[in-house]
């Protein structure tokens, strides 16, 4: 029922039955580590937030988490003197690749843009190809989602999750997109991924607090329905010049192209196509998607609200989050539901 938990490694475990009674039941034996302890709940179940090596770690754990809970009495948005990053935002120009492709740790661009480069992760041993926590961006408190790959079902149920928590305690929220979409295959399908991303998208459309989304490299199919979109109504969405947007990537798209029109073509006895031919097939969709996928293109159509230099990220989103301060949030009458 808590809003984060912590647990302690060798001391603090849980589970629904202990191991006396799961050998007695099932005759499966087991330690007490093994069946509940702090490295099943970090990184595999999801059950506990935060992993402490001891109870001191647990402590200061502890501090951290009450820090940032939040407070709406003196203002919407709880706000301190602001800090410039310890790295220097100039350094993202060298972190973008050159091809959207090559993964990017976004850890290195949060720090090059929030107050202090201090980052409060929220559980940091799960589903770790999404990126949550707490952080200050010139003062404002704000709780960042960020893309560290694919989204998976773990990656998906904690970033439900993280936004809940940031909805009861009115904490502005930032979205960093750089996502080809949700994982997909028969063994994700079978394990839910289609029912545990609906809940990150579930959880995005119902919060209550603004939301700013930047998307700093790809943004494709459904995973830009959970990083918040334009359709899920973020205050502000902006676009770094490297990025891309479209339901998919221009290579994926052709294979997909492709493949239904062999298919088609095995249906009509006719011979597949090979060498020129197919190449001639696939070279106007890979164009129309490098066209279309453009920021350029994007923003010509208001589809966002411009592009951004990717040094001027932290000072954009200060002056959105004071711009939103102006409306007042809903109540909540509802608790945080555990993912």
Not at 8 to 33: D, Q
Not at 66 to 91: C, H, I, M, Q, T
Not at 108 to 134: M, N, P, W
Request: aromatic share 8%.
């Amino acid at each position: 029922m808590s809003d984060e938990s912590i647990i302690v490694k060798g001391n603090g475990t849980i589970f629904l039955a202990g191991p006396p009674l799961v050998k007695a039941a099932t005759g499966e034996e087991v330690t007490a580590e093994e069946l509940g302890g702090a490295d099943v709940h970090t990184s595999q179940s999801g059950v506990a937030d935060h992993f402490a090596e001891d109870e001191n770690e647990a402590l200061r754990m502890v501090r951290n988490v009450v820090e940032n809970l939040g407070s709406r009495e003196l203002a919407p948005f709880d706000r301190k003197d602001a800090e410039e990053p310890f790295y220097d935002p100039d350094e993202l120009l060298g972190l973008i690749p050159s091809d959207n492709r090559t993964p990017v740790d976004v850890k290195e661009i949060i720090a090059r843009i929030v107050d202090g480069s201090r980052f409060h992760e929220f559980k940091s041993r799960y589903g770790q190809t999404l990126i949550c926590g707490f952080a200050h961006i010139h003062g404002y408190k704000v709780g960042i989602v960020a893309n560290n790959g694919i989204l998976f079902s773990e990656s998906s149920l904690k970033g439900a999750h993280f936004v809940e928590l940031c909805g009861q305690r009115g904490i502005p929220l930032i979205f960093l997109q750089n996502i080809t979409g949700f994982m997909v295959g028969k063994a994700y399908e079978a394990g839910g991924i289609a029912k545990d991303g609906a809940k990150l998208v579930t959880a995005v459309s119902c919060v209550n607090v603004p939301k700013f989304t930047v998307i700093v490299g790809g943004s494709h199919g459904a995973g830009n329905y959970g990083m918040c979109g334009r359709a899920y109504d973020p205050r502000f969405l902006f676009m770094w010049p490297n990025s891309r947007i479209s339901v998919m990537g221009g290579p994926q798209a052709a294979d997909v192209l492709t493949t239904v029109k062999q298919d088609q073509r095995a249906r009509e006895g006719q011979e597949p196509m090979e060498g020129e031919e197919l190449e001639a097939f696939r070279a106007p969709i890979l164009e129309k998607y490098e066209t279309e996928g453009s920021p350029y293109y994007s923003t010509a159509r208001l589809w966002d609200d411009g592009i951004i230099d990717p040094r001027d990220t932290r000072d954009v989103l200060g002056l959105c989050i004071a711009a939103s301060q102006n409306a007042k949030l809903p109540d909540d009458r509802f608790g945080v539901f555990r993912m």
